[in-house]
């Protein structure tokens, strides 16, 4: 019985040790030189793209510190706009602006949270409930891309004027806050106010006996004469004297507290308005706050018994407040900085003072360095270079602050 072995493969087949890996074609040469590069090309091409930005931005910045450098003083921040540049401040712009600022995110930080917390946190179990938390989701993302100038058409309709449905600013169906007086001038050019309850009340009839108040406030006896009657000549009693003829105008004194139905366009109307137009940006980013916290953390929340309400407050949210933080960030940046949505409420302006109240007239910080950039004085755009400057450091300190904010948090989760 003969067992058929087979050859062993030649030794010459076998490579030993001492043979020579296979040598790369020239066509492979040539490709991975050319790939090489194509790749040196594209890291070049960043770097010069990131370097010009850099040039442009600090070319920029240059130029309007070097505009504005040199006028700029505490008078700019204590005046008010004028005609005269060397006389124009910003303090009723930088006070609107931030009003209007706080009344946003008063409104867009607590509702857009409450939003992402509901639509990631508390999934819907029925079909309507899904339906309707995939229609809001589809409607969020949609409403962050709508242009700026859109809600600044639906603010004046909805806030500003109620679709008419609730009289006027001037004849408002309902107000709290404000004292009216019938505002006669007298012969002596001083000012006396007869209060009377609200703004419909029938004209004031001059007769005696009388009583008015003065523009300090005090009360006195008004000399009532007729339209031909000769004045007296005592300057003191000139100074409180009327026709029976005389004329007067409405005029109000409006407390801090004001408040009208409809809101008018004053400073309520544009944080709000304000507050539609960052109120995506502030879901998405803490949506994407809470989708970053590790899951592990709910089901150990969830596994020792919590609700789930428990586990948002105590675990989830804490976790997430550094990215909220950052979405508060941006969205703020982008309130302080809009001009459109405020150009459709208020337009452009002359306001003399800062806002007393929220039914108060207002501008703000991007209308006013428009206005003054719009002159065709070489001065004026010298102010709008300061107002640049004033709105980059109020923009910075208001980061700086939210950095500070988000730092001191995750030192105190770590």
Same mark, same amino acid.
Not at 7 to 32: F, Y
Not at 43 to 72: D, E, H, K, Q, R
Not at 118 to 131: N, Q, T, Y
Not at 204 to 209: G, Q
């Given at each position: 019985?003969?067992?058929?072995?087979?050859?062993?493969?030649?030794?010459?087949?076998?490579?030993?040790?001492?043979?020579?890996?296979?040598?790369?074609?020239?066509?492979?040469?040539?490709?991975?030189?050319?790939?090489?590069?194509?790749?040196?090309?594209?890291?070049?091409?960043?770097?010069?793209?990131?370097?010009?930005?850099?040039?442009?931005?600090?070319?920029?910045?240059?130029?309007?510190?070097?505009?504005?450098?040199?006028?700029?003083? /505490?008078?700019?921040?204590?005046?008010?706009?004028?005609?005269?540049?060397? %006389?124009?401040?910003?303090?009723?712009?930088?006070?609107?602006?931030? /009003?209007?600022?706080?009344?946003?995110?008063?409104?867009?930080?607590?509702?857009?949270?409450?939003?992402?917390?509901?639509?990631?946190?508390?999934?819907?179990?029925?079909?309507?409930?899904?339906?309707?938390?995939?229609?809001?989701?589809?409607?969020?993302?949609?409403?962050?891309?709508?242009?700026?100038?859109?809600?600044?058409?639906?603010?004046?309709?909805?806030?500003?004027?109620?679709?008419?449905?609730?009289?006027?600013?001037?004849?408002?169906?309902?107000?709290?806050?404000?004292?009216?007086?019938?505002?006669?001038?007298?012969?002596?050019?001083?000012?006396?106010?007869?209060?009377?309850?609200?703004?419909?009340?029938?004209?004031?009839?001059?007769?005696?006996?009388?009583?008015?108040?003065?523009?300090?406030?005090?009360?006195?006896?008004?000399?009532?004469?007729?339209?031909?009657?000769?004045?007296?000549?005592?300057?003191?009693?000139?100074?409180?004297?009327?026709?029976?003829?005389?004329?007067?105008?409405?005029?109000?004194?409006?407390? /801090?507290?004001?408040?009208?139905?409809?809101?008018?366009?004053?400073?309520?109307?544009?944080?709000?308005?304000?507050?539609?137009?960052?109120?995506?940006?502030?879901?998405?980013?803490?949506?994407?706050?809470?989708?970053?916290?590790?899951?592990?953390?709910?089901?150990?929340?969830?596994?020792?018994?919590?609700?789930?309400?428990?586990?948002?407050?105590?675990?989830?949210?804490?976790?997430?407040?550094?990215?909220?933080?950052?979405?508060?960030?941006?969205?703020?940046?982008?309130?302080?900085? %809009?001009?459109?949505?405020?150009?459709?409420?208020?337009?452009?302006?002359?306001?003399?003072?800062?806002?007393?109240?929220?039914?108060?007239?207002?501008?703000?910080?991007?209308?006013?360095?428009?206005?003054?950039?719009?002159?065709?004085?070489?001065?004026?755009?010298?102010?709008?270079?300061?107002?640049?400057?004033?709105?980059?450091?109020?923009?910075?300190?208001?980061?700086?602050?939210?950095?500070?904010?988000?730092?001191?948090?995750?030192?105190?989760?770590?």
């Amino acid at each position: 019985m003969s067992f058929l072995r087979e050859d062993p493969m030649p030794s010459a087949m076998i490579p030993g040790p001492s043979a020579e890996p296979p040598r790369a074609s020239e066509s492979q040469h040539r490709s991975l030189s050319r790939r090489h590069r194509i790749d040196r090309l594209f890291v070049y091409f960043c770097m010069f793209t990131a370097f010009a930005s850099i040039v442009i931005l600090a070319v920029l910045l240059g130029s309007i510190l070097y505009a504005g450098l040199p006028g700029m003083n /505490w008078q700019f921040l204590r005046s008010a706009p004028s005609s005269v540049a060397s %006389e124009a401040g910003i303090q009723p712009a930088m006070f609107g602006s931030i /009003w209007v600022c706080g009344v946003c995110g008063l409104f867009a930080l607590p509702i857009g949270v409450a939003t992402a917390v509901f639509l990631e946190e508390f999934p819907a179990r029925g079909k309507f409930a899904r339906m309707f938390q995939s229609f809001v989701q589809l409607n969020i993302s949609n409403l962050a891309s709508v242009p700026s100038v859109v809600y600044g058409m639906l603010g004046l309709t909805v806030f500003a004027g109620m679709f008419g449905l609730t009289g006027s600013a001037h004849q408002p169906i309902f107000e709290v806050g404000a004292d009216h007086y019938h505002q006669f001038l007298s012969e002596g050019d001083r000012i006396l106010r007869v209060p009377v309850p609200d703004r419909q009340a029938a004209a004031t009839v001059v007769k005696s006996p009388m009583t008015a108040l003065t523009s300090a406030g005090a009360s006195v006896e008004v000399n009532v004469i007729g339209p031909r009657e000769l004045l007296p000549k005592s300057p003191e009693l000139r100074a409180v004297t009327l026709r029976t003829d005389a004329e007067s105008g409405i005029i109000s004194d409006k407390a /801090w507290y004001y408040f009208r139905f409809p809101f008018g366009r004053g400073v309520l109307t544009g944080g709000l308005t304000l507050m539609l137009v960052v109120l995506p940006v502030v879901i998405i980013a803490a949506q994407e706050a809470l989708r970053g916290v590790p899951e592990s953390l709910r089901e150990a929340s969830l596994g020792i018994g919590a609700t789930r309400w428990q586990t948002v407050q105590n675990v989830t949210l804490p976790c997430a407040i550094p990215g909220i933080m950052t979405g508060s960030i941006l969205a703020m940046s982008r309130a302080i900085g %809009e001009a459109a949505p405020i150009l459709i409420i208020c337009g452009i302006i002359y306001v003399g003072s800062s806002p007393a109240n929220l039914m108060d007239d207002f501008s703000v910080m991007p209308l006013q360095i428009f206005n003054w950039a719009s002159q065709p004085q070489q001065e004026f755009h010298a102010v709008a270079a300061q107002g640049i400057i004033v709105l980059l450091g109020i923009l910075l300190s208001f980061n700086a602050i939210a950095v500070f904010i988000r730092q001191t948090t995750q030192k105190s989760l770590s």
